[in-house]
Each structure stands twice: as structure tokens, then as C-alpha cells.
């Protein structure tokens, strides 16, 4: 009907399309392809450790934050993609280990794959880059007999009590506070509220009886709103955030509720406001991972892999750290030496690091 | 006497506050074409809605052939063979004539998956369309696409395809040009000539005459009277529906003595989306210019470049010999040029909104202070117009829809009078509008030509026309096709409008 | 016709610079996994056009997606056969569409309101019924439905038995067929002229002897049908459906597909082939931002402002043709 118009409308949208940032690189450099399990700070972090070691190496990074959290169904294409690409080599963190674990063993057979921050290891990857995440929620279990040495009241929170990382540092947590392997607990009601109902975990009540799933970062502000509320009053008590970004959102409610004095805060990963809390005396202390380390070596090794080189397979997990105000000395854990840095330290440490990769 | 083909008895209808029905009883025998007449609020439009099942009568009775009926919808009316076709036109105009034309009742094959049979209702439909006198090429034309009074015909054509047994139509000739009229009084007599009853609701008395066997009048919810055709004369029917005698229906006390200042001049306009012939015409203070032509001619769309609504693309508009630069509506109101438009419902009210809530729409700012509306000078303003110009409602906050079309019209004149006009552009100003209304918007038109304001007045009721304007402009297929002053004639001006020139 | 240049051009841009942006990008298994989401996503596309169409809206296709697939993984969890799971979760749907259709004709409720509700209701319905499930959970409980699973994932998905590779585009071709039924019903008989008319004026309907009430209800059981025969899809397809986020916001996709396609809001508008077009739009632009390796923080400004120049594209090729009619 408008043959001319119609010609000058499909040119200015390709024109448009070839225009935009991040054109399609012409390059023979080997294409390496890291997807996470969500878009966060901690995945950032990671970001900057696998563009690091991308030009370390020279290889071409596609680095992807989940845009739909924890959605396992939005990993895959992604995934079949790059596989499609043929790129040399895949890190994924895996959302959905039980039922994932068909899709990526199809994938392991085609391309170099390997897991890290939280495995499948059902599936033939080279590898897994993480800490142990049992282990290191039985470090947070001790901050927490530390801070309450007579026992009390704690609450956990975390994004997902259903993924593996999140399982097995809530496990490894109550484990530490029961003293025994795979607690239960006791269904009782609080000591000295009856209205709160939980479980006992030896000397330490927990709210609810088990740790508060939010599902998604932008509920984790009401729902520890909401136990505030209810612990309110209470001496002895514990807040504990086992995802990146619940001791921010603790630590900001706390502080509106004007509770900081009257609980005590113990976290998970390096977000930059937990940090600041522990410099400023309002958190206890942080297990961090070290997604740097995550993103450098996952790349490093499926680098090395892509030309031949299997010496950068990590066999061992990634030893977790524990940051607090004033730091410590070194003590080791069932063999692993675990680091007590110093928060001023560590936070000028990870700032360097950021600082040496342009994004 | 044969069983009448519809009975009513003492019908009676109440709405909250008002009682729209008080007891009305009318026959009409098969065959019989019945006008009902009366006035603003007299009742008829609730009496047709209650035979055509829309409304349920909360008394009296409703008799189709001898048979009691009650219907519970106009599903059931429909089926029954009783049609109403509205005032307002009652379409699905986004689909195709066709389509239309075999609503509800497709001719379909394939049991309940009702497949269409689009060869069948093809043929059917060019037959009638040929009844109402509309090109065949129409039937796979979209009904927006038609001008207003091929819709009308699509709708009688629609009408015609059922088994209708009486068909009530309520002002069906508002938009059809004088040669569409011509073709429905045909249908009229081929429907009488099939035994099909028609109730006939309409304004204009002269079509009264001309195509109807008797007049039931309605006044204020009862039957004020009724004529034999011998009887229907202009003047025993105003009787009846105003109950007095009107003295003059088209007043003219304002003297335009042709030589008034030019307030509004045009000089060579086109618009986007108009014919390539420019317009240059004027209007001068005090004068009522009438602008006749067919329906279809640009008059409407002319209006609308002057009120901001299509942009001026050439030529220049000038207001009292100051040029004036009309992008939006806005700017011409602001200048003080005012549009009664041709579908008060779509473009002149927003009609679920109270009647004070439109009078005051384009006057806020007059009524604002920076901390909202004055509620005490809105409540005065409201006051006034609906007091100066008799709108017939319960109070101000009446939702404006619910009105009758003669007092939503004076709506609209309230909502501009307001602002003190300098140029009112009127088009179809007494569309829908009843006898009694009409005679008092034709004296307020003509108060304010006394007063000085340049009144531009499009019609196509050539009474009206030759009634009140001073001077008559007639344009033809986008262009002006003549001037007339002094003698004005239905004659000269037809021939203006069909194209040919004046003598 | 006019309706559907639009979103014609936009597709031959977007594939011509897929296939130009890599040179995997324009080979078979590539095109025929875009295919297999623009099937997923013209499913549900369908029923949300055809709930523009007369004039209404359904905000809880994502919601009732999520439901239905978590509560396929729980029927089977709980020991209904596959085979018969697939039904029950389709009349679920229906009888999802049977409330929403109800409340909004009985209750003369707006649709936006209801579903929106609704939007509410289902996931949390979700929610209650399990968290996260998956095809390997089922099959760990019970082996025996090993088999019927994968023949359905076969059909349905067109996924290999045995390794769950992707060989051929089923959803693609299940979206035709069902396209086709609409088409059949939108164009060709007497009830897609009842929807177009409800659409555009719902008095000239009533007044017409149309039943409106019984046809909206109809067209709302519809859509929640397809959006939980959707559900069973993304079920089969996924490694797992969490109910948080299973078919989060697709209805905003749905409806995005359905006004792609030439369907006004306004309602009373809309064809078959339209929302077929208008619903592969989004899988191709998403397959191209894989390919071009966007980074993650540009990826939604790509998407969205490719949609919204295509929208913008297509209202002034309307324009003009509306001017030179």
C-alpha cells in the first residue's frame, strides 16, 4: 500500500537495532558464558572477578544476571543459546538442582560446564566453585552462640529455603545452635511469651520453627518488619540473614523501629551497607563467600579448559570468611582454615578489586 | 373492528423522582403508521422503550396481536417482531454493513457451530439495501466509514430483514438528507402496503403530515390528544403538545442590517484532510449567517478547523480584522469562538457527568482560585444557567445523560453562554429536539444576534433555515457554492446545493 | 489489514538481524527454539486478545499459568496419571474463566478489578499448593510416570524421550492449530461477529438479541483454559516451576502480543493471524539479545524500546492509511 514508508520503517529499525550498544563482535577470540541465579550485588562482584580474569586470558566474557530471580525456566534458554553460539565453555548457578539436572547434563556432554556458588553435581560438570555452605552456616551458628551466650530468641531469614545453598546453611545453622546433626528441634512456645509460637533448638528459640522465606528481595523489608514486631520487647535476640541482601533489610527495619540496641545482627555476603554496619558496631558479623573469586576462577578455569589445560579445575571448596569490626586470627575448621579479617580491610580489599576491571 | 396489532393500556412507568408514564393507553391497527408527538419529557421515548421491552411497565398492559406480552429484554422484542430503532444510532460500527445487517440473526449452516453463510446473507442484504435505496456496493463498507444517514438507512435496512410486525422509529429522519427522506417515506408505504404497523416518533411537523395516518400527542406523561390526518395541521399540534398556542415559533426580533462589523472572516482557508477548493466567507456582529448544504457537503468539517479541531493548513482566520491562530480548541475558546457541535453526545457533553459538572467545564477558570473551585460561585453559576435557559432536570447534579436531547442541548448553550461568546457556531443547533424546546433555543439564538454576538448557524431543517438566518450560505462537495441575502427560497437554495448556480 | 503491516515489518526486521547478528543464529535448532516460546506465549496471546476483542481484559493469565502448572506437578505428585492431570488442570482453568466471567457479568464487576484479583488469588493458590516442582521431582516419586511423561513432553514440546533434546517446534504447531480454531470461530461464524459487536458497542449487541453476558463469560473460560493448558506446557518445558514465579507477569506479555497484533483496548478489533504475529515478536527479540551477548543491564532498554518504536511505527503507518482511505 505504502511500499516507501513501509521500506523506511524496517531500514530505521534496523538502523536503530545495528545502533545500539554492545553490537555483535566479529572477534576468533573463544567465548566463555557465566549466568547467575538472579541480578544482585553479589553477582556484580562476581562480574568484575570474571571480567578480570577474562582479560587475563583474553577471552570474550557474555556475563548474564538472571533478569527473573531464581527462575530456572528463564536459565535454560539462555544456556541453549550460548550453547547454540558454541562457545568454550559454561559456569552456571544452578537454581534447581534435582530438576535441572537433565538439561545440564545434555549440556555438559556438548560444552565445557562448570557450577559454582551452588552445584548439581549429578550432571558431569568439571567442577564446583563455592564454599560449602553446611560448613559455613555452622560459622554463623557460632557468631550466634557468641552474641547470645546464654541462648535466646533468633529468627532466620533467607531468599529461598528451597534451593541447596539455602537448605544447608539453614541446616548448618540450627545444627550448630542444637548441637547435633540435622536438627529438628522441639515444637515449643516462647519462654516468656506464649503468644510466639517456634521451635527450641537447644538453649536458642526460634521463631516460627523455621527460617523466613521471602522469595524475593523485594519482600524481605516487610517480612522482618513484621517479626520485629513481634520479637519486640524480648532480651536476648538474634537476627540472623542468610541471603546477600537480608542484613540490610534488618538492619534498615531495626533501625526504624528503633531496635538496634536491643537485637543483635549476624549476616551473609559482602553488601556494602552490611559492611558499613559492621564498621559502624550494628551488625555482629558477616560469613562472606567471596564472589570475586567465584567469577575470576570459574572463568579462569573454563579458559584453561577451552585450550586443553585441565591444571585450573577447582577440587576443593572455596573457604568462606568471617568479617567482623575488629577482626582475628586465623582458626582452623574441621581442616580448613578459615580467615577473620578485619571489616576496614576487607572492604578496601574488594573496593581494589573492583577497581582493577573496567566493567 | 379487527384485533389492534399493539394495545397499550394505561402504561404506566415510574423512575426515582419522576414520573415518566401516567397512565398512557394507545392502538395501533395493523398497517396504521402512528406518529407520537409531544413534548421534552412528555414520555415518549419511555413509552417506545417499553414496547420494544427496554423498560418493564410497572403498570397497564402491553397487548401485541390480542396476546399479552412481557418482554425481558429487546432480545425478546426482537423475536417477537417489535423493533425499535433509536434515536441514537445502535450499530456496531466496527463491523461491515453486511455484518450489521444480520446481527443476532446470521444466516449460518453447520448446526451449533454457526458457520456463516455469507453467499446467502450476501444476497439478501443487496435486496435490502435496494428497499432503503442505498448503493449494493455498501454492504462490505464498515458502518464508521458511512456518513450519518446512510447509517440511519442501514439501520431501517436491518429493521426490514426481520419479520417485523411494528417498527417504531424515533426521529428517524435527524440526519438524512432531503432525498434519504424521500426514499424512507417509500419504505414507510411498503411497509403499510405489508401490513407491518409503524410507530413514528418525530419533531418535524411537515413529516408529521406527509407520512402519517394519525397523531397521538403526549403531554407530561399523559395522552393529551390525538388528529385524524385530516386534522394534523402546524397549529392543532403545537396545541396540543404545549397546551397553549405558540405565538411565533421563529421570533427574529434582532434587526441585522447586513451592515454589522465582520467579526469572524475567512479568507481562503483550507484544513487538513479537506477538499482543495479554499473557503473565504464572514460573519458580522449581530447577524445569524444560516449555512445550508447536504449532508456530506464540509460544512461540520469547516466548523471544526475554525474551532481548533483540524488544523488550518491554508488561508487566514480573522477575528474582528485581528488574525487569529486556532491550533486546539483551547486557542479558540480563549478568542471566544464557540462550537455547538453536531453530536452533542459525543462531542458537546460529557454525558455520565452531572449537568452542573459540564456547565462548568470550560468556565474553571473563572470559578478557581489557587485553592480549587469556588464551590458557592460554581453553585451560582449552575444556578443561573440552568434557570436563564429552563433546563427541565431534578437539580444540577443530574447526570446530563439522563436528560432529554432538548435539555441537554441547552446544556450545551450554558456551558458557552457563560463565556460570553463572540462567534457561535451552531451546527444542527435543534437536532433531537422537540417542538416546545426548540421554539425557546430559536429565541435565545435570537437574543443573543440582538446582543451583538456573530452567530454561524449550520443546519439541514430548511425551516429552520429560512426561519432565522439573515443571510444563507450554501456549500456544495467542499466548496461554497453561493451567497443568498433577502427572498431566501427552498428553491435557490436546493439549487446551491445540488450544484447548480444561483440566479 | 493495515493492522497487521505493522507487526509484519517489525518481525522482518527482527529476524533479518538475528540471523545477520551471528552465524548460528539463523540455524534450524535456534529458529525452532524461538518457535517453541512464541507458541508458548501465543497461547495464552490468544485468550488475552480475545478478552481485548470484546471489550474486556484479564490481568490473572500469568497468575492462573503459575497455578496451573504447579498444581499439574502436585496432581501428579499425588498419584493422578499424566494423562489424566492434563484435563483436570485445563477444567481448573475453566472454571477459573467460569468466576471471572460470572462476577464481571452478574455482578456487573469491572474486568480490570476482577482479574486483577484474581492476579492475586492464584498465586497465592500456588503458593499453597507446593514450591518448587519439577518433571525428575515427579519421576523420583513415581517412576512409573516416567513414560507418560516424556511421550507427553514429546508431543506437547517436542523434546527428545530420551534426552530432552528440543527436535521439533510442538508448541509452535500447537499455537497454529489453535489460531486456527479462533480464526475459524472469530471469522467464520456467527459468534466472532457477536465478540466484535460486544467489543465496539455492547448496546447494539444487546439490542441486536445478542446474549452478551453468556458470550463474555464464554470467551473468559477460554482464555483461562489456554492460560493452564500453558501452564501444562511450561511445566513440561521447564526444569522446574516454582510457584513464585511461574508465568510471573506474562499476562503483561499476552497482552502486549494481542495489541502487537492489531488488537485495540478499546476492544471490538483483532484477527487470528494478528495475534499469531503479535505473539512471536517478543521470543525473537529475546533470542537476538542472546545472540548479540547485550549486557544484562541493557538487555530491558533494548527490549522495551524495540517494542515501543514498533508500536510508534505501526500507529503512523495507520495514520496515514486512514488519511488516503
Redesign the interface.
Known sequence: ??PA??LS??L???L???S??????KSEKI?IGVVTNC?AEFWSLAEAGANKAAQEADV?L????L???????AQ???I???V???VGGIAVSV??P??????L??IAKKVPLITMDNDADQTGRLCYIGIDNYEAGKAVGRLVKKSLPKGGTVAIFIGST?SANGKARTQGVLDELAGQKDATGTAAAHPTNADLKGKQFGQFFLVDGEAKED??PNNAQPLAAAVLARVKGLPDVCLVGLYAYNPPAILEEARSKSMLKDVKIIGFDEAWVTLKGIADGEIVATVVQDPFMYGYKSVEALAAKAKGDDSKLVKEPIPYRVVTKDGGPDETVNGMVVKFPKVADFEAKLRADLASVKK | MPTPRLQVTTARKEFPGVIALDGVSLTLAPGEVLAVVGENGAGKSTLMKIVAGVYQADAGEVLLDGQPIHFA???DA??AGVI?I?QEL??????TVL?NL?????V?T?GG????NRRVMAERAAELLKRVGLPADRISARVE?LPPGEKQLVEIARALGTDVRVLIMDEPTSSLTQRETETLYEVIAALKAANVSVLYISHRLAEVKQCADRVVVLRDGRNAGELAKADITHDNLVRLMVGRDLKQFYPKTHKATGDGKPVLTLQNVRYR?GPDIPASFEVRAGEILGMAGLVGAGRTELSEAVFGVRPVTAGEILLNGEPLRVGSPADAIEAGVLLVPEDRRLHGLVLAESVGFNISLPNLAQISSRFGVRRSEEAELHKKWIERLRVKTPSAAQPVGLLSGGNQQKVVYGKWLARGPKVLILDEPTRGVDVGAKAEIYALIDELAGNGVAVWMITSDMEELLGMSDRVVVMHEGRIAGELRGGLTEEAVMRLATGGTAT | ??RI??VL??L???Y??LIT??P??G?P??LI?VAN?QGRFGIITLGAALVIIVGGIDLSIGAVVGCSAVLFGVLMNKGVHPFAAVPIVILFGATVGLTNGSLITRLKLQPFLVTLCGMFVFRGFARLLG???????VI?GHPEYKDPIRTLRHLLIGKDPI???LIFPAQFILLIVLAGLVGFFLH????G??W??I???E?????????VSRQRVVIYVVCSALAALTGVL?FL??????S???G?SWELYAILGAVLGGCSLRG??GTAVGMVLGAMVLPVL???V???????D???V?IG??LL??AI?DE??RQ??R???
Not at chain 1, 545500539?20 to 563482535?25: D, G, N, Q, V
Not at chain 1, 533478569?67 to 525456566?73: I, P, R, V
Not at chain 3, 514450591?131 to 521431582?137: E, F, K, N, P
Request: proline content about 3%.
Open positions: 500500500m505504502f514508508l513501509r520503517v524496517v530505521g529499525l534496523a536503530v537495532l545495528a545500539l550498544p554492545a553490537c555483535s563482535k567465548k541480578t570474550e557474555q556475563f548474564r544476571q533478569e527473573k530471580d531464581f527462575d530456572a525456566s535454560m534458554p539462555i541453549d543459546s550460548w547454540k553460539q558454541g537454581i534447581d534435582k530438576n535441572q539436572t537433565e538439561d547434563t545434555r528451597k522469595g524475593s | 429484554g429487546p432480545g426482537v423475536a425499535l433509536h445502535n450499530l456496531a460500527e466496527n463491523l455484518d444480520f446481527l443476532g440473526r446470521e449460518t453447520g457451530l454457526r458457520v456463516l466509514s484532510g | 489489514m493495515t503491516l505493522g515489518g517489525l522482518v526486521v527482527l533479518t538481524t547478528s551471528h548460528k543464529a540455524e535448532d535456534n527454539s516460546l514450591g518448587t516442582l519439577g518433571q525428575a521431582s523420583e534426552d530432552g533434546e467464520r461464524t456467527a459468534y461477529r457477536y466484535y459487536a467489543g465496539h458497542s448496546l447494539a449487541a444487546k439490542y441486536a438479541g445478542v446474549n511450561l518445558d521447564a526444569p522446574s516451576v516454582q513464585d514465579n511461574a510471573f471490538g478489533e529475546e533470542s537476538l542472546n545472540f548479540r551477548g547485550d549486557a544484562s541493557v538487555i530491558p533494548v524500546l524495540t518504536i514498533g511505527v503512523l503507518i496515514r492509511s488519511i488516503h482511505r
